[in-house]
Structure formats: C-alpha cells, structure tokens
C-alpha cells in the first residue's frame, strides 16, 4: 500500500500468511515479535483461533534481544517449548523488528533443526508485504521442501484435486472451500489435498499424486507452477461460483484432467467474453477470487466487470480494464470513477465512496477481518441467491 | 489448607524457565490498547507510523469502537527504514491537516517498536511541527511492546502522552481532584464523588473532558489521585514541571484498606487546604459508614448465592489480581486459581497467598495453555483470559477495576458476581464485543 492511508485498516501482512498456511500443519510457530504482530494475527487475521490448539507462540522479543542479537534466547525458548509440544515442523517468522536488524530466520531456524533433527523452515517475513506473500513463502519453504525430499514416485490417482491458496485470511468463516469439496465429490472428482486442516508432511508428499491442482487465490499460483512444472501436473484457477459458472467450471475441469485441453488458466474463454465492452461493475479484493464472481455474473447475465486486485497481482489473470491497487488513494479513485455504478467487495471501502452506488458486500477477512465475517458467503454452486438476486436485479 | 496443591510455577528453576517460556496468545488477550486510550484526548488526531503490519490490529480496534475517522497511517518501506523517515512525517502531516474535515486541537505522532531502534529525533519531529502549526498541540506516542520490561511500557508512555497535555496556567487551584489511571470514569453512584461533593470538590475524569481545553484545564485541579501504577510516572513528572500534586491509592477492595485509603485522602486535603480542619466529619463519616454496610450486605449476599462455585481471576480484571484474590479468599469464597501475565515477587499479597492459600498461580502466557485450556467448568471467572482458559461456564467481563472505586466499586462487584450466574456466556460473544486489541 502505498504510504498515507486514512480511511481503510492495514490489510493483513505477509507474517499473518505464514502463520494461517501453517496453521493446519503440524508445527511449532513462533512469530519473532514483541506482542502485537501476533496479536494482530490471532486476534484479526485468524479466524479459527478461538478454541483452537495450534501452537502458534509469541516470542517476546525485548529491545535488549534485539540490540544484542541473542538469536540463543529465541532457540532456548523453543527448545523449552518442545517439552511439552511435539510438532513435524518448527516455524520462525519473522516481523519489522527483525527486519530492522537484520535477524537471520533461516539460519536461526538451520540451528535449530540441527540441534533437534525437526524440520525448522525460517520465514524472512517483515510486516511491510501482504498475506498472499506469506502463504507464497510456506509453499516454497515447506510444501516444496518436503516434496523434494521425497523419493517416493508419483503415482497418478484419476479424478483427484489439490486446492492450493485457500485460508481463512481470504474466506474467512464462510463455507467454500467446504462447498467446493461438496461440489467436486458431487461430480465424482475426490479432494486429494487442500492443505486447510490437519496437515501432516505423509498428507504434503501426496500432493504429487493428484491429476489436477485447483488454485482458488493468487498466492497458489506459485505451487501450481511448481507442480505443473516437476511433476507435470496442470490447474485451473478460480472458483466455481453460481450454478450457470459452476458448470462451465467444472466442465474445464474435467477437460484438463482427462488431457483434452491444453490451455490450463481461464475456463472462461477469451474469445467468449466481450473484453472491450464498457463495464459498469466493479470487482474488488483477492484477484482470482473477483475473477470467480466476474464469471459467474458473466455466465448468468452477459454483463461484464472489471476487476480491481489488492495485495497480490499476477497480470495472466488480468484482463484489460483490471488494475492492480496499491494505495488507498488508488482504491478511492477507482471506487469513485463514475464508469462504474455497481461495486463488490467488503464492506468496508463503501466509506470510500463520495456519491451512493449499488454496493454488495462480499467480505474479505484480510481487509475487514472479524468486523464483518457474518457477509463472508459462500457462492459456490447452488449456494449463489446473494449473486443470483444481484444479477437479476441489477445487472440484466 | 493444603500446600501440597499448590501450584509453584513461580518457583525455582522452574520460574525461571517460565520467564524465559513462549508466549500464547488466547483469544481472549487485550485490552483497550494505544489507540483507544489516547483517543480519550479530545478533538484529537493520531498517525501512525510504521510499517503497514503495526496497525491493523488498532485500526480495525478503532472501527469497531467508531473512532477510526480520528486515526490515520503513514506506512514504512524497507527504504525509510534504512534513510530514516522525518520529512516524510512532515509531508504527511502537511496533507492530513489539508484533509481532515475537522482541524485538531492535538495531533499525535505515535510510532512502533522499529523507531525504537531506528532512533528518530522524536522532540526534533515535535518541535519542527510546532514550528509549522503553532495552533496545534503536537505529541509524540510510542506503541512499543519491545520496551514492556522497562520502566517506560507502551501504557505507561501512553498515558504519559495523554495526560502531558494538562497544563497549570492559573495561579490559583480549583477545588478539583483529577482521578487518573481509569479508562472510563468511576461509577456516578460512588461514595467518592458524594464526600467530594459534600467538601465542595469536584471529581473530574478525561473521560468526562469534551474540549482540548478542558482537559488542559485539568492542570489547574488541586490533586491527581492515582488508582493505577501505570500512571506514576507521568503524575511525578506532573509535580516536578508544573508543581500538581498528586496522591497515589489504587484500587481496592479489602475493606479495612478503602477506609484507611478516605483517611489518606482526607488528609492529602487538608495539607493542601481543601478541607478545613475543623470541619464537621458527621456527614462524611455518615456516608462511609452507609457505603460500608453497604458493601459488607453485598459481600454477604453474593457470598450466599455464589455458595462454594469456585471462582478465578485474572490480570485483565484487575489491577492486582493476589490484592483481589486475597479479598475474595478473606471474605469466605472458594478462589481456585489466578492467572497473572507477570509477577511482582515482593507483591505482599502475591506472598500471602503463596504462603496462606492453595490458590493456584498460573502464568497465563506460558506456552503449555495451549494445551491445558478446558472447553467447559462450572466455574465463574472473573476476566476474560482465566474466563477462556479455564472454560468457565459463568464470566464477569470486567477490564482493569472499570468503573469500580471504594466502598461502592466492593458492591459493583459483587452485583456482577450475582448477575453471571444467572446464564451462560457465550464467551465468544463476550470477547468479540470487547473489541480488545493487544
């Protein structure tokens, strides 16, 4: 974001992607900070904190700590910690503080891992990106690292999907990827892995075993490559969202794993949708995820949309009129450009606004966190009368 | 009493294992936090800066509480860490003040645990602003969590920030007494503010200050009276530089101590002439005496429909969670456990309860909660972290003594004692609606 922000909330940070992507995994995670980073992750970016038994720790980190570089407190304090915890994996993240003075976290976390013989991934995480960065981290430090310390070969299971990039920063307590897995196994396609609860590293080795990786948000896309690329795995992105956009979805879906279509990123054709027709719409928030609804609205009503992206941009994704945003002033300006007389997104830009415009509530946990969770909806599938109700009304 | 029970986590190597332990955070953790209290300051604005990270759990805090639109950031990129970030605060106060509907009468420039490190000339920054917009009282707020073991913590700092602005112009005192320390002002119904009443003293609080103006006039009040140790540093500095006296009595609830506080206090007033001495005490000693029946009928009954349901307490409630759990364990009821964040090892009360109780002392951030927090106990506790961890099936929701002083704060207490028995809490409904922020 860029730097004088008056109206929004910061959004959730990178730190906050790597602690709710481990969050399922079996690990110890120490978020290197004094208090408030992870108060900002348990209390704002975690939606299942409460009652949960996750290990995800704060190590009271003090100014003389950090004047000093005593990374042998930090690892003493782990190393009490595994008295009573036992996890596959131990987690240092790291915060501005670190930053500041340049704490190693890979190396701390290597000393780690050679005095304990766990698995110890260090996170050079600072506070200053965004979530989608953090989940992005975890994929490649641990997903990826796992993987590639497995000498198993792969053994291709027929009509199975991985789901990557899906946490609760971008769904919160909504119920999609629940209803997505529904949907799937409506269709006869079975959810190998989704890497969103009880997460052991035998589960991550069988990511590779999958006919068809699914990435439901920008920070997946990454793994997705990765696996497209050593273990010849394809994906489609997006989510299938509303009854008309779930079939055209489901249908490339099927395409791809059965080998008959090549192009793997849009089920959406290019040439099927009108790119250069004046959209009165506006999607904004997680890109993949706007580009879900765009699609949905699509497929019901021919109506096009543009999409505005925040925190994570990968332009493949992008058509013409979308734009990244980077700035709250950015995000004002494009609210508030007059093409546009309808807006989706969380609740919370609406006091961006300077004139009334149809605005439909779709929250985003990593901008409005628990402020708004009961708009978190799932629009998967059949579950679509919010969008449904939308189209009809305002769109045709 | 069975000392073979009691819980020595403070003890021996491993205390000092504990000291050193990771922290768990339960959901139930926070408070008011930074920006909550200094918007106590009114027509005041904050920026924060720092990097984007730092504020989301205040922003989002402060949207809840609906203070937001008097809250604005200014984000650190790696490059204004490494070339420092001065001018860039200049510019950005430039543009807020051209912005904002509503010019401020105070503006406070609050940054993170980074600047700490990073060392900006904080009084340079102030003074520079100053410079440019004589109208405004400008200050600078540290929310600095990396400092919570010095002497100068984040809240004492704070609150350092805040009361700064009271300001000792007239030559004459009002016949005022400041309560400082309390978020939200003491409850109307206090016998305090009735005996003030009857000496001709007003009892005034921030809460209560709706101008810039009157808060500072709050400088030309007779006495500061302190009720939490948070806010010494900042009444002594008071006293230095502007000569306000001030008279530390915190929050209690043992009621032998409440009437021995009055007579501190009674006396603190006639030292600096806001009671004459020979004035009648009849009226007052009337009050004192009512207010404390008062509170010992409370005590009793709560103390017969509380019966033998054990009880825990936590830092959060109070102030001094061992002076309150001696107070419950003095007056009969079953105290099974305190959670503490941190302990004061030359805490009378922490000492007598160590000694006298098998009450059990729980350090509430050590890394085994995580483990060891239960779902359910019919219990009542009283704060939300030994609410959460014990899985009580009853919660007072109460935060640092809130509105709870004196002979009538004992009955506040028990009054919200007898209420959370009457159902369940949902307790994440009752943290949600908290807006806690760490």
Partial sequence: MGKLCMTLPPFSPDYSGVCSALFPFDALTVLHDASGCTGNYTGYDEARWFRSRSPIYCSGLREIDAILGDDEKLIQKVLYALEDVKPEIIALVGSPVPMVIGADMEGIAAEIESRTGIMSVGFATTGIRYYPQGIEMVYKNVVQRILKEDETEAVREENTVNIFGATPIDFGRSNTIEDLTKLLADNGIKVNQALWENVKKSDVVQLKNAACNIVVSHAGIALAEYMKKHYGIPYVTELPYGECYAFLWLEKLKKVMANTCKESYQPVKKEEYNESAQAKILIIGEQLQCNSIRNAIWAETKEVCDVAGICGWDTRFAKANDSFLESEAEIERSLNDEKYDCIIGDPLYQDLLHAKKNFYEVAHYAVSSKIANEKAISLIGKNISHLKNLSLTDFS | ?438
């Fill in chain 2, 1 to 438: 009493m069975n000392r073979e029970n009691s819980v020595d986590v403070w003890d021996g190597a491993k205390y000092s294992q504990f000291r050193s332990s990771l922290e768990y955070t339960c959901p139930s953790h926070g408070g008011w936090g930074m920006v909550r209290i200094a918007m106590l300051i009114p027509q005041s604005h904050q920026l924060f800066v720092c990097p984007s990270a730092c504020g989301r759990h205040g922003a989002l805090g402060a949207i809840q509480q609906g203070l937001k639109k008097r809250l604005s950031y200014l984000y650190l990129e790696e490059s204004d860490v490494i070339s420092g970030y001065d001018d860039t605060i200049y510019d950005a106060v430039d543009e807020l003040l051209e912005r904002l509907p509503q010019r401020p009468k105070v503006f406070i420039v609050f940054v993170s645990c980074i600047d700490d490190l990073i060392g900006t000339d904080g009084e340079a920054v102030i003074a520079e602003l100053s410079l440019r917009y004589p109208d405004i009282q400008f200050r600078m707020g540290h929310m600095n969590p990396i400092q919570s073991d010095s002497d100068e913590p984040p809240l004492v700092t704070t609150w350092k920030t805040v009361y700064s602005l009271m300001e000792r112009t007239a030559d004459t005192v009002f016949p005022a007494v400041n309560m400082l320390g309390n978020y939200v002002p003491i409850d109307s119904k206090s016998e305090l503010i009735r005996i003030l009443k009857e000496l001709g003293i007003e009892l005034c609080h921030i809460g209560n200050m709706h101008t810039y103006d009157e808060l500072k006039n709050m400088g030309n009040h007779a006495l500061n009276l302190l009720i939490a140790p948070s806010v010494e540093k900042i009444a002594k500095e008071l006293k230095r530089e502007q000569g306000i006296e001030y008279l530390k009595l915190p929050t209690n609830y043992n009621l032998s101590e409440i009437n021995e506080n009055y007579r501190v206090l009674f006396h603190k007033l006639l030292e600096l002439g806001l009671m004459e001495a020979d004035i009648s005490f009849t009226k007052i000693e009337n009050i004192l005496k009512e207010s404390e029946k008062k509170a010992i009928f409370a005590i009793q009954k709560a103390k017969i429909l509380i019966g033998e349901k054990k009880i825990n307490i936590d830092y959060s409630a109070f102030n001094n969670p061992f002076s309150a759990a001696r107070f419950f364990y003095d007056n009969g009821f079953s105290i099974a456990k305190v959670y503490a964040k941190e302990m004061d090892e030359e805490d009378a009360d922490y000492i007598w309860l160590k000694n006298h109780t098998d009450i059990k002392i729980i350090p509430i951030k050590k890394h085994d909660i995580v483990n060891t927090w239960k779902e359910y106990e019919d219990s009542i506790s009283i704060g939300l972290e030994a609410a959460y961890v014990s899985g009580s099936r009853h919660v007072v929701s109460v935060f640092q003594d809130e509105k709870m002083y004196g002979y009538h704060g004992v009955c506040l207490l028990m009054e919200q004692l007898m209420n959370c028995i009457k159902e369940d809490a949902d307790l994440e409904d009752v943290i949600n609606s908290a807006g806690l922020v760490v």
